[in-house]
């Protein structure tokens, strides 16, 4: 993978991090910082990675971003439910779960391949069509989820094995927009 200098500055930036903030968690000066994203210093490739690991232990992690407690549905529910909560909440999906463990994720678009029949007398997992959506610890980083809503609509977030939260395409979008940022050493 070729890391131009511009891309450590843009990845400072993105993280909202001080040129002195980086310089003192690597060990260099702020002006060696200035200097090596102005492109007027040729670093040694032993800073750059240090800087690339600096930069990445900073990352957003999905604690950073996913919604909390999400709202879970049991699979023997009437699939009515599962729209009423929706309606509610503003939600296009939630996690089934099935004694207490993740079966699955409905969503709106199974509620629509439905709505022609009784969703009342329909329980939902007769209704459910998508995937258990992925598991990950709330730990992990934004970076290693993205590939993976190539497949799912949300990736669920556990911690010490309890599901404590969800991240979504939303999420990511408002991500995109957004100026806060993880806190970091």
Known sequence: MKISLDTIARM?????????????????????????????????????????DVLESWGLSCSDIMSEDPVTVDARESASVVVELMLKH???QLPVTRAGKIVGLVTERD????????????????????????LVDERTRIDE????????????VQRAGKLVGIVTRSDLLRLGLSDSKPNHP
């Open 12 to 52: 400072r930036r993105r993280l909202n991090i001080t040129q002195a903030q980086l310089a003192e968690a690597v060990g260099v000066s702020q002006a060696y910082i200035a200097r090596l994203e102005t492109g007027s210093l040729d670093p040694k490739l032993s800073v750059v990675n240090k800087i690339l």
């Open 90 to 92: 503003g939600f296009s």
């Open 111 to 134: 509620i629509v391949r439905n709505l022609m029949r009784d969703l009342r007398a329909m329980s939902v997992q007769a209704i459910m069509e998508s995937p258990s959506p992925p």
């Open 145 to 156: 989820i993205l590939p993976l809503f190539d497949s799912f609509q949300a990736v669920l």
